[in-house]
Nanobody
Framework: QVQLVESGGGLVQAGGSLRLSCTASGLMFSVYAMAWFRQVPGKEREFVAVIGWSRANIVYADSVKDRATISRDNAKNTMYLQIDNLKPEDTADYYC?????????????????WGQGTQVTVSS
């Protein structure tokens, strides 16, 4: 059974930083592209960042570009997302997702597995 478990969310002041983690089990983590999406209740799920299986393929959404760093540790089956200079508009539920592909899709519908999400709240 595949499981993706996010952690690291919480309440942060604007300008602060947060590091989210996503630990996977039940799949061959190293061959999956891993991504972060976020969603505000009542709005569509939004792409944040993706890292391909080879780590060479990384894409960020314009909304977090220059503030976010996505990384992965295949030995630990874990992916990370660091966001610096957090803004109130970063407030959302953050989800990790896995896609068995050679690419790095930004489309949520391409992803096979999802975590339950971790909440991030940025206060102004």
């Amino acid at each position: 059974q595949v499981q993706l478990v996010e952690s690291g969310g919480g309440l942060v002041q604007a300008g602060g930083s947060l590091r989210l983690s996503c630990t996977a089990s039940g799949l061959m983590f190293s061959v999956y592209a891993m991504a972060w999406f976020r969603q505000v209740p009542g709005k569509e799920r939004e792409f944040v960042a993706v890292i391909g299986w080879s780590r060479a393929n990384i894409v960020y959404a314009d909304s977090v570009k220059d503030r976010a760093t996505i990384s992965r540790d295949n030995a630990k089956n874990t992916m990370y997302l660091q966001i610096d200079n957090l803004k109130p508009e970063d407030t959302a539920d953050y989800y990790c997702a896995a896609d068995r592909t050679l690419g790095a899709s930004t489309d949520w519908s391409d992803y096979d597995y999802w975590g339950q999400g971790t909440q991030v709240t940025v206060s102004s």
